[in-house]
């Protein structure tokens, strides 16, 4: 069974940092794009940053300059590294992941179950 399992979330303080990770565990026939979103209460899900298999990187206006997204082929991982932290950054970080996961050329996006950034003094 294929999933993906994130770290790295807590209480930061204003002006600090955090690292996100994101696991892909399972049978993998291939990975293509990976990436992060955020939800806070109330809001819609949206996009923090994204990563191709080639490593060209998306960010959302909001983070950039500020968070850096990577990944490692090696260990199925992608990381989001995140400096300067405002209360707005405060919601559940969410890791996605496009994979293949049989023998056939179909892939489809995997999400994980969510990780808690609260950024408050």
């Known amino acids: 069974q294929v999933q993906l399992v994130e770290s790295g979330g807590g209480l930061v303080q204003p002006g600090g940092s955090l690292r996100l990770s994101c696991a892909a565990s399972g049978t993998i026939f291939g990975i293509y794009d990976m990436g992060w979103f955020r939800q806070a209460p109330g809001t819609q899900r949206d996009l923090v940053a994204t990563?191709?298999?080639?490593?060209?990187?998306n960010y959302a206006d909001s983070v950039k300059g500020r968070f850096t997204i990577s990944r490692d082929n090696a260990k199925n991982t992608v990381l989001l590294q995140m400096n300067s932290l405002k209360p707005e950054d405060t919601a559940v970080y969410y890791c996605t992941a496009d994979l293949r996961v049989d023998i056939s050329p179909r892939h489809r996006y995997f999400w994980g179950q969510g990780t808690q950034v609260t950024v408050s003094s």
């Open positions: 990563i191709d298999s080639d490593g060209v990187t």
